[in-house]
């Protein structure tokens, strides 16, 4: 079984405007709610792919409900650990320019921790556990890390999709698989990673901390997979990017259904890159029918190793 860890999920409230009047009444052309958070998208775009996964994380109030509702309408099982406060809102606000307002996190008491992990405590050898996004304030910076050593014993599989200090921590527990893009890599080694061979060199340093799978999303000229045997890199049809939000879930998502339903790495691979390829020219994350009309166009090249 797959399971997603999504510690600060949102709604996302997005809205049009014909035109932004500061200071005066607007009025919204168009607007529509989401379920947010990276592991819940991984969830979602699983499900679209006939693969079953369990949604965790924190979750309260009105805002909480109407994830967990939302959620259970499309099939996706949840175990959410309820806190005190309301889950936070987003806006993304489109009128002449795009703007983003994010909301925090409620706190988080020690015995809502403890309850995660307990959940947690309750997977086995041979699950994966996908911990995507950021580290909210509220929690400790090493949650991740923490998280990792707590199951490492259990045999449970561990994906992590973050950034900063926060993958810092996570890969020094050896995690199986991780996917950061060129610039999350690069902050990782505090440079900046201007070409996919640089992009390669660096990614390669990661694997000497025991990772098992390594994709690195290299935006519109698309993504390496590595790990110590094999080396590709995947080359995306060009298109209309409609939507940046969710690519990078719906990659992970893809590599990790490809590898359940016995894909060999190269394929699953192609098929995390379709997937993440078919959300940024979709408006919302992509739907099976994209995803397959997509695959055919990933090129990849194998540089190093043989499938």
């Known amino acids: 079984m797959i399971y997603t860890l999504t510690l600060n999920p949102s709604v996302d409230y997005f809205i049009k405007l014909d035109r932004l009047i500061p200071g005066a009444l607007n009025r919204t052309s168009d607007s529509e709610m989401r379920p947010g958070g990276k592991g819940i998208n991984v969830s979602r775009v699983l499900k679209r792919l006939g693969v079953e996964s369990r949604a965790l994380g924190f979750l309260g109030g009105f805002t909480g409900e109407y994830i967990r509702t939302e959620l259970l309408s499309e099939g996706i099982a949840v175990d959410f650990t309820e806190i005190e406060g309301n889950t936070r809102i987003n806006i993304k606000l489109t009128a002449e320019e795009e703007t983003e307002i994010n909301g925090t996190m409620p706190p988080v008491s ?154 060999n790495e190269l394929e699953a691979f192609r098929q995390g890159v379709a997937c993440g390829t078919a959300t940024a020219f979709s408006e919302g994350l992509c739907e099976r029918d994209t995803v397959d009309a997509i695959l055919p166009e990933i090129i990849c090249d194998v540089l190093e190793g043989e499938v």
């Open 110 to 263: 020690e015995k809502e921790m403890e309850k995660l992990f307990s959940s947690l405590d309750q997977l086995k050898e041979g699950d994966m556990l996908v911990l995507a996004g950021s580290v909210p304030s509220p929690l400790p910076m090493d949650i991740y890390k923490q998280i990792n050593s707590r199951l490492r014993s259990s045999g449970v599989k561990i994906v992590v999709d973050t950034s900063g200090k926060a993958l810092k921590e996570a890969v020094e527990t050896a995690p199986f698989f991780i996917k950061p893009n060129q610039h999350e890599l690069g902050r990782f080694f505090d440079v900046k990673i201007k070409t996919s061979e640089e992009a390669l060199q660096y990614g390669k340093l990661l694997l000497d901390y025991g990772i098992r799978h390594i994709v690195i999303s290299l935006g519109g000229e698309g993504a390496l997979y590595l790990n110590n045997q094999l080396v590709v890199k995947a080359s995306v049809p060009k298109g209309e990017v409609r939507n940046a939000v969710g690519s990078g879930d719906s990659l992970v998502a893809g590599f990790l259904a490809g590898l359940i339903s016995g894909k």
